[in-house]
């Protein structure tokens, strides 16, 4: 079974406009954590947020922030104000305490800004 | 500082060729991982390392491949006898290894591997 599911192949933004990344994931440990990680042509995979389970708050990081909902199970991702270079696939990403150290990725969301 | 670093950056060779992929972690991280990317899908976990010992290697796709990392820094992944279903971008990141809460793991530009 997939751990992860990014139901979004490609999206289009315009120019400083919001858009939000959408990321469910199926666990039954307690104990998880979610990642996003951002990768541009260029192929590097940039971390962007961390959210961890039992994180009471959802995680922010600059324009970033992290919609976690745990009894859903999602945790998007919400780009604000978008920037030509923000362009780029985004995968989710999850670390579940039984195998503390591997990272299970989602298939990703292309991303395209529009000026 | 030095981020991760992987050489080749791109990797041709005829099938049944052996290639070796090298990894250069960030300094002081005890934890590395290689991770294969099919094109157009998300990274998928090969094997891990602890130092110098390979604690898990369950994603290795068959007894061709196999990695190293003798020193507990450098590491490098070798595939033996190529197919072109080995094409790929091979991945590596690494992690101050601490085992609970955020470890982030932070990756290399990956090496593209084309077999024809």
């Known amino acids: 079974a997939q751990k992860i599911t990014q139901t979004q192949p490609g999206m289009f933004v315009q120019e400083k406009e919001a858009v939000t990344l959408d990321c469910t994931y199926d666990?039954?440990?307690?104990?998880?954590?979610l990642f996003w990680y951002k990768q541009p042509s260029s192929g590097e995979m940039i971390f962007l947020i961390y959210q961890g389970s039992y994180d009471q708050q959802n995680a922010t990081e600059g324009r970033y922030s992290l919609n976690f909902q745990k009894a859903r199970k999602s945790a998007n991702l919400v780009i604000s104000a978008s920037q030509l270079g923000d362009s780029a696939m985004y995968f989710c990403a999850m670390r579940e305490v039984q195998d503390d150290y591997k990272l299970s990725f989602g298939a990703g969301t292309t991303v395209t800004v529009r000026a | 500082g030095a981020g991760v670093s992987q050489s080749p950056r791109y990797k041709v060779a005829k099938r049944g060729q052996d290639v070796a992929l090298r990894c250069d972690p960030i300094s002081g991280h005890v934890s590395l991982f290689w991770y294969q990317q099919a094109l157009g899908q998300g990274p998928e976990f090969l094997t891990y390392?602890?130092?110098?010992?390979?604690?898990?290697k369950s994603g290795l796709p068959s007894d061709r491949f196999f990695a190293e990392r003798p020193e507990g820094s450098v590491s490098t992944l070798k595939i033996q006898r190529t197919q072109q279903e080995d094409s790929a971008v091979y991945l590596c990141?690494?992690?101050?290894?601490?085992?609970?809460?955020?470890?982030?793991?932070?990756f290399g530009p990956g090496t593209r591997l084309t077999v024809l």
């Open positions: 390392f602890q130092n110098e010992a390979q604690l898990d």
């Open positions: 990141a690494s992690s101050t290894g601490q085992t609970l809460g955020l470890d982030t793991q932070y």
């Open positions: 666990t039954s440990d307690p104990s998880y954590g």
